[in-house]
Each structure stands twice: as structure tokens, then as C-alpha cells.
């Protein structure tokens, strides 16, 4: 690092986007423990651990059942087949979100119709999924997008109204609440990922899925291990989406931090706001808000840059050595994949704009306050 000039060393530092070691190094002889006891029981694959992390994250998201499995993505595409959603079928999703979320449903030849968000929250605006229901409609997959809830009761509505099933993408929002209920469990099936970067992050890929309803949950774990029962018998036809007991092991470990985590990121998030007010840069820039009635996690705290000067503040960042993303330069409709397969569009306006003014800035749980004042000084710098 040569940035070392007349700048105080404070403000010349650079700030990482995430930095897992802070999060994983008091947690270090408790896991390396846990997974010591999994080497000398030798059950590698979907063991006591993955029983007790099933039944843990469903008392956390207020759900009766978990089923764990291999990834948030392999989540999502466990309950489209779930509900036997193939080609011919429609599904409602954002165009604004992770890739996953809408490749779910190509890989089962089912149609993405992609619907536009809210430009306060960018999550999925119910009016526009509405307007785009057809008799073809198998479900319908709000993203609780950056840890937030979307509108639920909305979608709950249509839920009911249409007999559509709810399948909540809740891989950035496990803690999210709307009024009390979390993520995962307002609809009928709630996809969660334990991938390193989300709030309760795993030493590798991991995911789990959690339902109130018996028969789903049945068939769920049932799909997550080839569709055989018994042993080398298959009535239905599954996939392989096992978890690892070494995952399970270091998420129950760290699960009991969660809360704390989420309060540091909260924190975190009103710390950036008024340092940004304070130094008037809530003009230059769009700060994101947690809507009333909402339990806002903080996966990402991402601002809306206006003017077409978002990826030249971005460049800024990183030549200052100050970590920062977009999440998503794209919408999934705008993507070279997806081009050929017809996938159906409503207006995406909203989506568009977001995709060119957003940038999401390091909140991880146990920055320090001088790296955020780092942050805020460095954009007051641009501007
Ligand atoms: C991370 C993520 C996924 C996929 O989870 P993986 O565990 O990485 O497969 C799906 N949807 C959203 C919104 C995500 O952020």
C-alpha cells in the first residue's frame, strides 16, 4: 500500500466490502471443535447437525418445518418442484434480483415473467405482479432484497384471491420481519442461503428451506435426496441437495449470534445516515430507508446515485481502496441468457433505473465506526 500521504493514516485507510475473518476469529475453537466431533462420527452428509440446524432455523423464522439443502438457489428450485411447476408454467419474479432466483424456474422449463419493483425498497411491487397474473401462473417469488420484507399482506392477497402459491426468496432477509412475522414463513415456502456473504454465513454453500405445511415439507425433504424412500426406491424424481454436517455444524454455531449481528448491521445503518446528512450528502445521494412495520436486516446497504454518475463514483471508490458492488448492474431480463428462452416482461422501468443508479456500500457487522466515517468522508471527496 503506498496511498500514505499528508491525509491522516485514519482517512487514508482502505475499507474492505466484507471482511469474514473479524466475524469467524472469536468463533475459532468452538468450530474447529465441533467439526473435530463430526471427523470421529464419521456422518459426513445430512447428520445430527443438519437435524439440529433444521429444527433451529425454524424456530428462529417462526416456522414449523426446515429442510436443509444445498444451496439458497437449490432452495428455490426444490419448491418450484415442489409444486411440479415445468414448461407451460408461468412464474412472478423480479427482474431486479440475485441470478438464482429466476433460473430456478428456467431449469425446470418453466417461463420467468419478470415484473417491476418498488423504486423506495426495490422489491417486487405488488400491483405489477398483479397486472401480470395469466391462468398459466404457478407462483409467484418475492425477494426480500437486501433484508427487507417485501409487502407481504399484498401478496398474500393475491395469493388467496388467485390460489397461487407464495415462494419467498428470503436469502439476503433471514431475521426480516413484516409486523412481527420473519421472512421465510409468510408465505407457503420460504427459500434461505448460507452462502459466506449473507447474514448467517456458512464456511462454504448451504441452504434451507422452511414450511408450515407437513405434506410440502414431506416432499421437500424427499426431493432433496433423489425422491427415494426407501433406500434405492424412487416414486418421485428428485436431485441431489444434500447439506454437509460440517455446514450445519459452524451455522448452529454461529446462529446464536445472529440477533447481535443484526443489530450491529442496524446500527451500522444509522450511523451512515446521519453521517451523511450531517455532511449534506443525503442531497448528492439517495439513502435506502427501512419501511414502518418492518424489521430491516441490513444485508446491503445500498444508495441510489442520480445523474449517471454512479459508476464513476464507483471507480472513484475503488481506486481509494473503499470496497463497494452494484447489486445488479442488470436486470435478469436484460441478460444475454435469457435472451432466447421468451421469458415474459412487464413494464420495467423501475428496474432499469435501479440497475443504473444503485451501489452498495460495506456494512458487514463488525465495521468500525472510523471505517464508515472513512466511507462517508471519501464520497463527500467525489462530490
Ligand atoms: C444468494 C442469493 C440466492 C442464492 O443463494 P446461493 O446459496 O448462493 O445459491 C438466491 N437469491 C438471492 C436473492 C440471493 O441473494
Same mark, same amino acid.
Given at each position: 500500500m503506498s496511498t500514505r500521504n499528508t491525509d491522516s493514516d485514519e482517512v487514508r485507510r482502505p475499507v474492505p466490502l466484507l471482511d469474514l475473518k473479524r466475524q469467524y476469529a472469536p468463533l475459532k475453537e468452538e468450530i474447529v471443535e465441533a467439526l473435530a466431533k463430526i471427523v470421529d462420527h464419521g456422518w459426513f452428509v445430512l447428520g445430527q447437525e443438519v437435524k439440529d440446524l433444521e429444527a433451529n432455523i425454524a424456530a428462529y423464522s417462526q416456522a414449523k418445518h426446515g429442510i436443509a439443502c444445498a444451496s439458497g438457489s437449490d432452495a428455490l428450485l426444490l419448491a418450484l418442484m415442489a409444486y411440479d411447476i415445468g414448461p407451460g408454467d408461468e412464474v412472478i419474479l423480479p427482474s431486479f434480483t440475485f441470478f438464482a432466483t429466476a433460473s430456478a424456474v428456467t431449469r425446470l422449463g418453466a417461463t420467468p415473467v419478470f415484473a417491476d419493483i418498488?423504486?423506495? &425498497?426495490y422489491n417486487l411491487d405488488p400491483i405489477a405482479t398483479a397486472s401480470l397474473i395469466t391462468p398459466q401462473t404457478k407462483a409467484i417469488i418475492p425477494v426480500h432484497l437486501f433484508g427487507q420484507t417485501v409487502d407481504i399482506h399484498a401478496f398474500l392477497a393475491l395469493s388467496e384471491e388467485h390460489g397461487i402459491p407464495i415462494i419467498e426468496d428470503a436469502a439476503q432477509a433471514i431475521g426480516a420481519e413484516w409486523k412481527g412475522r420473519r421472512a421465510g &414463513?409468510?408465505?407457503?415456502i420460504g427459500c434461505f442461503s448460507f452462502y459466506p456473504t449473507k447474514n448467517l454465513g456458512g464456511a462454504g454453500d448451504g441452504g434451507l428451506l422452511t414450511t408450515n405445511d407437513e405434506k410440502l415439507a414431506d416432499k421437500l425433504r424427499l426431493l432433496r435426496v433423489h425422491g427415494m424412500s426407501p433406500r434405492y426406491y424412487h416414486p418421485i424424481i428428485g436431485i441431489n441437495s444434500r447439506l454437509d454436517s460440517f455446514q450445519a455444524a459452524v451455522l448452529n454455531i454461529k446462529l446464536p449470534h445472529l440477533d447481535r449481528w443484526i443489530d450491529m448491521r442496524t446500527e451500522n445503518a444509522d450511523r451512515y445516515t446521519s453521517l451523511f446528512k450531517n455532511a449534506g450528502l443525503d442531497e448528492k445521494i439517495t439513502l435506502p430507508t427501512a419501511g414502518d412495520d418492518i424489521r430491516h436486516v441490513w444485508n446491503q446497504y445500498v444508495v441510489r446515485v442520480p445523474d449517471g454518475r454512479r459508476d464513476e463514483l464507483r471507480q472513484f471508490m475503488l481506486d481509494v481502496k473503499i470496497g463497494c458492488e452494484i447489486y445488479y448492474p442488470l436486470g435478469l431480463h436484460e441478460q444475454e441468457c435469457f435472451q432466447s428462452i421468451g421469458c415474459k416482461l412487464g413494464d420495467l422501468t423501475e428496474t432499469n433505473r435501479a440497475a443504473k443508479e444503485v451501489l452498495a456500500l460495506p456494512i458487514f457487522p463488525e465495521m468500525r465506526a472510523d471505517e464508515q466515517e472513512t466511507v462517508v468522508a471519501r464520497i463527500a471527496e467525489f462530490f
Open positions: 418498488d423504486p423506495l &425498497t &414463513t409468510m408465505g407457503q
